[in-house]
Structures are given as C-alpha cells and as structure tokens.
C-alpha cells in the first residue's frame, strides 16, 4: 500500500435514520409494520395470479414478477435496518455491504425494467385487440421477463465489481441507512472516474431509457383512443392502464423528485426521506394500486376464497 491510511475494510457503520433517540421505537413500530405490509400484500398477489387460472395472462404474469421483485427488493434493506436499529453497533461487514449493493440495483433495476413490459403489453392490448394472443404469447412474456433478469444482472454485477476494486480510507461511516451506492464512492480512496462514468451510463439506460419506451407507448395508446373517441373504448383504457400509470408514476416521481427538485437546505434528510420513500413506501403500495377497483382481483379472490371453503367444510 502506498498511502499510510489505506487499510483493508472489515466493516462499515451504518448511521441509520436521522431520528432521535425517544422516537427510535416509534421508527422501528411503523417501519416493521409497513415492511409486514408490504410482505403479505406481495404475497396476496402472487399466490392469488398462480391459483386462479382467470388471472393467468401475461399482465397479470408481469403484476405477479413485479410484486415478487417488490418483495425482495424492500427484503434488501429493511430487515437490516430494522435490526441495527435495536443494536448499539450498527454495522455491517464488508461483503455484506457489496451484496447489499448488488441485490438493491438488481431489484430496483428488474423492476424499471418489468414496467417497460407492462407497459408494451398495454399498448398492444389496446392498439391490436385482434392480434393480443399471437403477440403476446407465452414465448414472448418469457423472453421479455429473461431478458429483464438477464440485463439487471449484468448492470447490478458491473457496478459491483467495479466497486469491489476500490479501497476505502479510514472514515467507514456511512450516513444512509443502507449500502447506497453513491455514498460508498464518497468514502473510497481510489479513484472513482470509471465508476462515475458507469453510473452515468448505465443510470441513463435503467431510466430514461425505459421513461422514454413506457412514454411511447402511452403516446400510442392516447393517440389510438383519439382516433375513434368513445366513452367505452376510454373507460376501457382506463381501468387496464391506471393501476399500471399510477405505479409508473409513483416509481419515475421518486427519481424525479430526488434528482431534479431544487435541494432543500438540509440534503442529507432529503435523501433519507426519498429513500425511505421508494425502499419502503413504493414496494408496499404497489400492490394495493394493483387490487384497488380492480374487479379482476376482487373476483379472483372471491374465487378463491370460496374454493378454499368450499374444500375446507368438505373436508370436516
Ligand atoms: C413471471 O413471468 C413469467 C412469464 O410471463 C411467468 O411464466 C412466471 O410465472 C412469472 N413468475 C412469477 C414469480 O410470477
């Protein structure tokens, strides 16, 4: 080594949220409460779309990956943040935090990718009502679901090697609640150009490059409702594309926010807040946008609430 205050990492700190002491227990109450939200919420879904054979089309194929990505990408952090706030160390070890890392951008990355899915399904659903089972046949779904994995697999892995190569310096704090990526590079002391640069190129590919295919789509979907304006072929476009604009919305309005709103005077608690937004508060919403009005959701659970009764007093 050829400066005196590299050292080999063990372990970093992790600050934690910006709260105070007395409200520690109150943080960790809600946060345990919305992270078992978010659990049996995803879980609903998913186990709902695999028993009822109504649901077996590819949105609702796409809906049940989503909430499976949901699932484990808030599985990435909060139970880690959960448990250092009850530790008087809150820290993690070196491998843990690049493995944090990586399953963080691969699930946040999976899921960019699984809305720009959704949102072709869409288009052609509306713009070739005809021709929707030959388009999007199983084939289809399956491929653009490996490709989505396969893609957020490579970028997630780039990021991390390249972050694997980097050293750190004595300062092992990190002020986030979880191994963001951004605020490891502001501790390494080697040099981060590469970094940066993949960041710049691979951030613009995870998001505006999906932002831009989902716009399109939508542009086709209006234009083509405009063509023969009805009050059915509209209330039709709504009700299948308004779950989906809505988590589309909640998902770029947190990057939006994060990115492009003016910084407030305190950064730090921005940042805090827009994270706990989109680790905690996006994963446990989507599947409610996703039931909510939906009457293919309603009946599949009536459905299956009625066969497991149905077996149940059969079986006394
Ligand atoms: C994900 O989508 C594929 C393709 O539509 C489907 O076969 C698979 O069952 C889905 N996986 C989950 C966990 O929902």
């Known amino acids: 080594m050829e400066r005196g205050n590299?050292?080999?990492?063990?372990?970093?700190?992790?600050?934690?949220?910006?709260?105070?002491?007395?409200?520690?227990?109150?943080?960790?109450?809600?946060?345990?409460a919305m992270y078992l939200t978010t659990i049996l919420g995803n879980l609903l879904i998913i186990v709902l779309i695999q028993l009822d054979s109504h649901l077996h089309t590819p949105m609702y194929l796409f809906l049940s990956n989503l909430s499976f990505s949901d699932l484990c990408f808030s599985s990435v952090t909060i139970p880690k943040l959960l448990q250092n706030m009850q530790s008087q160390v809150p820290s993690i070890p070196y491998a843990g935090c690049l493995a944090q890392m990586y399953f963080f951008l691969l699930f946040a990355d999976l899921e960019s990718f699984l809305l720009v899915a959704m949102a072709y399904d869409r288009y052609v659903a509306i713009c070739f009502p005809l021709h929707y089972a030959s388009i999007m046949s199983t084939k289809l779904c399956l491929c653009l679901v490996a490709l989505s994995w396969l893609l957020t697999t490579v970028i997630s892995l780039s990021h991390t090697l390249l972050m694997a190569r980097l050293s750190?310096?004595?300062?092992?704090?990190?002020?986030?609640?979880?191994?963001?990526?951004?605020?490891?590079?502001?501790?390494?002391?080697?040099?981060?150009?590469?970094?940066?640069?993949?960041?710049?190129?691979?951030?613009?590919?995870?998001?505006?490059?999906?932002?831009?295919?989902?716009?399109?789509?939508?542009?086709?979907?209006?234009?083509?409702?405009?063509?023969?304006?009805?009050?059915?072929?509209?209330?039709?476009?709504?009700?299948?594309?308004?779950?989906?604009?809505?988590?589309?919305?909640?998902?770029?309005?947190?990057?939006?926010?994060?990115?492009?709103?003016?910084?407030?005077?305190?950064?730090?608690?921005?940042?805090?807040?827009?994270?706990?937004m989109y680790t905690v508060v996006t994963p446990m919403l989507n599947p409610f946008i996703y039931s909510f009005r939906n009457q293919d959701i309603k009946g599949a659970l009536r459905r299956v609430f009625s066969k497991q009764m149905a077996n149940f007093s059969l079986g006394q």
């Open 6 to 32: 590299q050292s080999v990492v063990l372990e970093f700190l992790l600050l934690g949220l910006p709260i105070e002491p007395l409200q520690q227990d109150l943080f960790y109450a809600l946060f345990l």
């Open 168 to 276: 750190f310096c004595d300062d092992h704090v990190i002020p986030h609640f979880f191994c963001d990526m951004s605020a490891l590079l502001k501790l390494a002391c080697s040099d981060i150009q590469i970094n940066e640069m993949m960041i710049f190129i691979l951030g613009g590919l995870v998001i505006i490059v999906p932002f831009l295919l989902i716009f399109l789509s939508y542009a086709r979907i209006v234009s083509s409702i405009l063509k023969v304006p009805s009050s059915r072929s509209i209330r039709k476009a709504f009700s299948t594309c308004g779950s989906h604009l809505s988590v589309v919305s909640l998902f770029y309005g947190t990057i939006i926010g994060l990115y492009l709103c003016p910084s407030a005077s305190n950064s730090t608690v921005k940042e805090t807040v827009m994270a706990v």
